[in-house]
């Protein structure tokens, strides 16, 4: 885990989930969770034919009518090319940024892949593929490292990605 400084970044990229379909999704779980508290909170009808004790029903309201919502609008995925390294955070389960020094590339690409059939969708993923940092889009760089693990960064500017890394490796900064 690293923590440094904003110093010599050849590139940097922060990216959100804002898609339309995952924001209806996250809303839709927090939608019903608010309807429920309403309904039997303050309306007094119980929710469905077995309900939830009042105290699981705020509990399900803070965690999915307000904790997740609010959790998927603060995640992003944070890349950094420095002259050391590549550096990602994907937040909130980084908090600092994890490095991948750059004499531990073997290989780097840009390209297009499925996120759905290569690594199971959007996230912190793994797949047959190896280890995927995304968060929409199927765009990325693959990278190889020298110990045979994949990762691949997800990314709406892959190409940059990719030329940040080659100017780094080069000493070109």
């Not at 550096?87 to 590339?105: A, N, V």
Request: aromatic fraction near 14%; charge should be neutral.
């Amino acid at each position: 885990m690293v923590n440094a400084p904003n110093m010599n970044v050849l590139y940097r990229e922060i990216q959100h989930f804002r898609q339309a379909w995952v924001w209806l999704l996250v809303l839709g779980v927090a939608g019903i969770a608010i309807y429920a508290v309403v309904q039997q909170l303050i309306l007094g009808s119980p929710f469905g034919s077995n309900p939830a004790s009042d105290t699981v029903l705020i509990i399900i309201v803070v965690i999915f009518g307000f904790g997740f919502p609010i959790c998927f609008y603060l995640m992003n995925l944070t890349t950094e090319v420095r002259g050391d390294g590549l550096y990602y955070r994907f937040f909130p389960f980084h908090c600092s940024f994890q490095k991948i020094p750059l004499e531990d590339l073997r290989d780097y690409e840009a390209r297009t892949y499925s996120p759905l059939k290569e690594y199971g969708g959007w996230g912190i993923r793994w797949g047959a593929s190896g280890k995927a940092y995304n968060v929409g889009g199927n765009r990325g760089v693959r990278l190889e490292l020298s110990n045979g693990e994949r990762i691949l960064i997800g990314s709406r500017r892959p190409e940059e990605l990719a030329e940040a890394l080659e100017v780094a490796i080069k000493g070109e900064f």
